[in-house]
């Protein structure tokens, strides 16, 4: 199975809004909504911040969301605040019942 | 509030078996309908799923991985365990255990454990 494709960086102001995009096939992110993204800052376990393509688990504020379209999913990030700075991993349940990982984004707030 | 934790050998000889245990706390392993998972990170990489075990028993595994995985559980001691045959430098990871829940989003990790392979 392949990885999900991922921008490897992206970079925007405080304050700003941020979208980082994950790419797969019909047999994972095309085929179900069972997306996931996660946090990780360097050193630490990744945290889950949306799953079912657009569910915030309790915890995790309203300025991160999660949407779909066909083969591509999204986490948009609002309102950008230095401690957003981080990478980012999609992640999807594929038709074999497997999960594939995304290459992961670094997030850089300037 | 669910903790996982790793713990097993921090190096490993090349051509041998990597072993990792997680213990659960918080929570028991066959009380609910949850994947039990792995997950490594090479330095300075991404994330690769590696498997899962469900709380019956099935499993589950990276089809790239699956000839030298092996990943059970032992529901009397809440514990689910690794194992990794024939190991080389590239297996050489930080590695998760983790507990996913329905569409198999990861909602609660373990700390991490490097294991370094190397003679």
């Known amino acids: 199975q392949s990885a999900l494709a991922q921008p490897a960086s992206v970079s925007e102001s405080p304050g700003q809004s941020i979208t980082i995009s994950c790419t797969g096939s019909s047999s994972d992110v095309g085929g179900y909504d069972y997306v996931s993204w996660y946090q990780q800052h360097p050193g630490k376990a990744p945290k889950l911040m949306i799953y079912d393509v657009s569910n915030r688990p309790s915890g995790v504020g309203n300025r991160f969301s999660g949407s779909k379209s066909g083969n591509t999913a999204s986490l948009t990030i609002s309102g950008l605040q230095p401690e957003d700075e981080a990478a980012y991993y999609c992640s999807s349940h594929t038709t074999s019942s497997t999960v594939v990982f995304g290459g992961g984004t670094k997030l850089t707030v300037l | 509030q669910v903790q996982l934790q790793e713990s097993g050998p921090g190096l490993v000889k090349p051509s041998q078996t990597l072993s990792l245990t997680c213990t659960v706390s918080g929570g028991f392993i066959s009380s609910g309908t949850y994947y039990w998972s792995w997950i490594r990170q090479h330095p300075e990489r991404g994330l690769e799923w590696i498997g899962y075990?469900?709380?019956?028993?099935?499993?589950y595994y990276n089809p790239s991985l699956k000839s030298r995985v092996t990943i059970s559980v032992d529901t009397s001691k809440n514990q689910f365990s690794l194992k990794l045959n024939s190991v080389t430098a590239a297996d050489t990871a930080v590695y998760y255990c983790?507990?996913?829940?329905?569409?198999?989003?990861?909602?609660?990790w373990g700390q991490g454990t490097l294991v370094t392979v190397s003679s």
């Open positions: 983790a507990r996913a829940s329905r569409g198999l989003a990861f909602d609660y």
């Open positions: 075990i469900y709380y019956s028993g099935s499993t």
